[in-house]
């Protein structure tokens, strides 16, 4: 008996030994390819490869500022800068190394409204191309901004999910044939903000910067979401059950709902946001009436599973401002402009939150046969995603 | 303000091998000699070489040169003098030397003609004896003819010929400037533009002239990809003698134009002591390089 226990211990005792072998051969390769030299994997021939990405163009009297970045395998060096066809005198000349970014500033008498062509000439003699649609000043980030975009997310995110949300009585009078349908109407508006996030940061992702990924990175973003809140869920679910509470089933989907759109509303305000810092926005109050419309249907989303519960206020409230403030955050971002990757990754995370709640609800459209896609609910799901494509015209940013 | 490149150092002359402003004056009459029955042979020797050179600060480009320097020497000669040009080409690829002048279809450095008697197109490695009399008289260029042709010429493969009238001309202040500039993308445009190869030299160093003194501008355009350039001064006029194949002027003017392969002679006198500027009033290439100042003391 001992002598078989021994056996297993000395059996089982080498298996994170047995792990670690490979690394340790891979270090070893490793090692020896760096004492070697690397036979065979000298210098790479050819010339140089210049890929550079721009990825902030900011104005200010008299000055354009880029942030480049080094998207390419060799070290960049800008020599020159011309802008519309003129050699101009410019700080942050030298070299960027593979990953890097540097910034230059340009003194140049830049008129609003019109555009710019600005040409970096690399020490190859390669081109660098960027332009500028429209010239404006670019808002200083202080604290009168931060308190606009606060005030820009408060009204396209927490007030129209919060006014959506006093359907809750009306959820309570429909019978639980309409709420099916009702359900199933929030799982349309849901793929609908879901599949607009993922083509956004795609498109995002596409213009800027390729050296962290690119698109890779919504779809990083979203996987990553997803499973994310899947553990978040089967966790809630395990407590629950542990406390052997009767549970409110419909607290629960409202809060994965909240979290989910609240994810997405964070890319809406990154969308503002960024948009904002681009000059490319017109605070117009078409605009934000078209938010609101748009995102009062996701006050519905929100409640439409605590039809037979009586939750307090306060957890509505909870739940409002989870859907609703992370607008605010994202507007915050969206302007301070973080790199376009950490806009396409936060994206992704929108979408990837979307489709978890979608998983969520889709059983809770079934009716008593256990059929999803009646005729009832496929109306209601193209309801949902047709109401947010009409509301989405109005506010293309 | 004026366009200008970022502050900081400067083009290397040193490692190029030439330097913009000492090209202005620096005319190669190469040896000469008298021949029998009094007229005068010269004989020149041009090197084509590859060679990587700085055209604007931190900008190289991989040139192809004349002698080592682009533009390649202005060669000097007397209408009538025998003319010997020994090329021999050190470069990687095939190379000529097509002179405008007047001289037979064997020393007109075109490929395809004339490769029987060890002319047409100089292969690597190859060398060639161009010989001809020198006439006319005038300002003209020289340049690569070996096809793809503007690639050859655009990449640096040009220079200045003087041919000096029999009866010479007015003592003066002489200056050489090769209008020319630098697809370094390869897109077919160019991105820098110049007066003897380094964008903005004479702005950061005016050419230094005197007073009431004749100073002639010996002009040539080498500019490949853009059909006309031109030359325009400031605070003055000047007298503008085309190709300078006349003792008398076409025009009082400050602005000339010139297509690719034009030139001439421009004559002036500053009677004001101070900078004046001179550009393309092209103004495009104005400000991408081809901008410089006189300096009248």
Known sequence: ?397 | MHAAFADGPEVDHRANGFEPTEMLRDFDYGEARRLPGGRTLREYSIVARDKEIEVAPGVSYPAWTYNGRVPGPTLRCTEGDRVRIRFTNASDHPHTIHFHGIHSALMDGMPGIGEAQGGGQIEKGESFDYEFDAEPFGTHLYHCHVSPLAAHIAKGLYGALIIDPRQGRPPADELVMVMNAFDTNFDSTNELYAVNTVGFHFQRHPIQVRRDELVRVHLVNVVEYDPINSFHLHGNFFDYYPTGTSMQPSELTDTVIQGQGQRGILEMRFPNPGRYMFHAHVTEFAELGWTGFFEVS
């Not at chain 1, 060799?74 to 802008?83: K, L, Y």
């Not at chain 1, 990837?352 to 079934?366: C, E």
């Not at chain 1, 109306?379 to 940013?397: E, K, M, N, P, R």
């Open chain 1, 1 to 397: 008996m001992e002598a078989a226990e021994a056996t297993a211990v000395r059996r089982s005792a080498p298996a994170w030994a047995l792990g670690l072998l490979p690394v340790a051969l891979l270090g070893i390769a490793v090692a020896l390819l760096a004492l070697l030299g690397g036979p065979g994997l000298g210098e790479r021939n050819g010339v140089p490869v210049e890929e550079i990405a721009i990825e902030r163009t900011e104005l200010r009297p008299g000055l354009i500022e880029l942030t480049i970045r080094n998207d390419g395998p060799d070290p960049v060096e800008i020599a020159q800068v011309s802008v519309n066809d003129a050699f101009i005198p410019f700080d942050g000349a030298g070299e960027t190394a593979r990953l890097g970014s540097r910034a230059l500033t340009i003194g140049y008498p830049w008129i609003e409204g019109e555009a710019y062509e600005i040409v970096l000439l690399t020490s190859t003699g390669g081109t660098v191309e960027t332009a500028i649609g429209a010239a404006t000043e670019t808002p200083d980030l202080d604290l009168g901004f931060f308190g606009l975009m606060a005030l820009l997310g408060i009204y396209v995110g927490v007030i129209p999910v919060s006014i959506g949300m006093v359907w809750l009585p009306f959820v309570r009078r429909v019978g639980p044939g309409a709420l099916r349908v009702l359900m199933a109407f929030t799982i349309g508006l849901l793929a609908f903000l879901g599949v607009d996030a993922v083509l956004e940061g795609i498109e995002i992702a596409g213009a800027g910067s390729q050296a962290f990924g690119g698109s890779a990175l919504v779809l990083i973003g979203a996987a990553l979401a997803y499973l994310g809140l899947a553990a978040v869920d089967a966790h809630m679910r395990a407590r629950r059950r542990a406390a052997r509470s009767a549970g409110a089933p419909g607290m629960h989907l409202a809060l994965l709902i909240a979290v989910g759109i609240g994810l997405h509303n964070l890319g809406e305000g990154l969308a503002i946001g960024a948009a904002y810092a681009a000059g490319a926005l017109a605070l117009g109050t078409f605009l934000v009436v078209g938010f609101a419309i748009h995102n009062t249907t996701e006050g519905l989303a929100i409640v439409a599973p605590l039809a037979e519960e009586r939750p307090p206020l306060r957890r509505l409230l909870l739940l409002g401002l989870l859907a609703g403030a992370p607008a605010v955050l994202g507007a915050w971002i969206g302007a301070a402009a973080f790199s376009t990757s950490v806009i396409a990754l936060l994206l992704g995370v929108g979408a990837g939150a979307i489709v978890q709640v979608i998983v969520q609800i889709a059983p809770s459209i079934r009716d008593h046969a256990g059929r999803a896609l009646t005729p009832q609910n496929v109306a209601g799901i193209s309801a949902g995603i047709g109401v947010l494509y009409v509301t989405g015209l109005l506010i293309s940013v």
